[in-house]
């Protein structure tokens, strides 16, 4: 069962949930970044689940900030780019100071709005080992409103990107269409990023999450084993590379 704990930030601190491995480690990190429903029972069961993977994990409660509405559907684009970088620095700043964790092997994992920002910010974290997102945003509707708190995506940020990223889309995920999707493949493709990009036939946005009406066993199995191995396969890459 995870821990709730608090995740010392600049200005204070915010929420998380964190487990780790039996044994003393050293056993990589990974932060997750949870869904508009924040740290519920779902990022609960990823963390626990990444853990018995052998992660220490620990999911960032980025919307514990004064103002968010408490409708999870009114949240996207209602934080800062810049305010949410910062936590999840912070919940990097925390797994380096648990003595189980090797600081030199820590990855993002995240769903939703999660996913976003699990393929947004490696971009600004060169030092992340690997990223992964699950029916996550890597780009914007053309009919999306203009938004100063989102102002680039990871799609536009292709060319800047050093960290290794897989990626898991349903085919027709009403929110995140398929053209942007393609768009996002095509910036990796043509900047020779390290990446692995995966589409589930008849897959709507939710595909993942066990309560959501949309999810599929047998896609959300395949893409979490998927995951796990990029994620152990760049983990161990990096601890190959000398000092």
């Not at 990444?50 to 209602?78: K, M, Q, T």
């Not at 890597?138 to 999306?144: I, T």
């Not at 979490?224 to 994620?231: G, H, P």
Request: hydrophobic share 40%; charged share 25%; net charge negative.
């Amino acid at each position: 069962m995870p821990q709730n704990v608090r995740i010392p930030r600049e200005g204070g601190d915010i929420g998380g949930l964190f487990a780790a491995p039996q044994g003393n480690g050293p056993f990589p990190g990974v932060v997750v970044i949870p869904t508009v429903r924040a740290n519920d029972q779902f990022a609960s069961d990823v963390v626990d689940r990444l853990a018995a993977e052998g992660f220490v994990a620990l999911s960032v409660d980025i919307f514990d900030h004064p103002g968010v509405p408490e409708n999870p559907f009114e949240r996207p684009g209602c934080l800062p780019d810049e305010l949410t970088f910062g936590d999840l620095d912070a919940g990097v700043a925390y797994l380096k100071s648990q003595p189980q964790v090797d600081g030199s092997t820590i990855c993002a994992w995240g769903y939703c709005i999660g996913g976003r920002f699990s393929l947004l910010w490696p971009s600004y974290r060169p030092e992340l080992v690997a990223g992964a997102a699950f029916h996550g945003f890597p780009g914007k509707r053309a009919d999306a409103p203009a938004n100063s708190n989102t102002p680039t995506e990871a799609t536009e940020l292709a060319a800047q990107l050093r960290v290794p990223v897989t990626a898991h889309f349903g085919e027709v995920d009403r929110l995140v269409p398929i053209e942007i999707v393609d768009a996002y493949r095509k910036a990796l493709q043509e900047n020779n990023r390290d990446f692995e990009l995966y589409v589930y036939e008849g897959a709507d946005h939710g595909w993942t999450n066990r309560s959501a009406p949309a999810y599929n066993e047998q896609h959300a199995e395949d893409a979490w084993n998927r995951a796990v191995k990029f994620l152990r396969d760049r983990v161990e890459a990096a601890r190959k590379q000398p000092v």
